[in-house]
């Protein structure tokens, strides 16, 4: 009973962003958000292990979801600022 209960409180949220939506729809796009977390080993004695975060591509509804539940705030706080170009090289 909880359970229905969660579910639909989440549905409601849901339809604020995406009037339209049925719970088959909203579990469906929630489940098609996902990241990988890559991790690699260290190059030579020093050094952390170097990571890669990958995420999936999200359609406009899954990104509206992600915003209306917080989901950026479950993502490291590196993760939420978007790199774009060649990393830098240690000397």
């Known amino acids: 009973m909880l359970g229905v209960s969660l579910l639909n409180d989440v549905h409601t949220?849901?339809?604020?962003?995406c009037p339209q939506i049925t719970i088959e729809q909203m579990k469906?796009?929630?489940a098609g958000i996902y990241e990988f977390?890559?991790?690699?080993?260290?190059?030579?004695d020093k050094g952390p292990?170097?990571?890669a975060t990958v995420q999936g591509k999200q359609t406009l509804t899954q990104v509206?979801?992600?915003?209306?539940?917080?989901l950026?705030?479950?993502t490291p706080a590196r993760a939420r600022k978007a790199r774009v170009g060649k990393t830098?090289?240690?000397?």
């Open 49 to 51: 292990a170097r990571t």
């Open 88 to 91: 830098r090289r240690r000397s």
């Open 37 to 44: 977390v890559l991790l690699y080993p260290p190059q030579g």
């Open 64 to 70: 509206l979801l992600a915003e209306a539940f917080g």
């Open 13 to 17: 949220h849901a339809k604020r962003v």
């Open 72 to 74: 950026q705030t479950l």
């Open 28 to 30: 469906a796009e929630l």
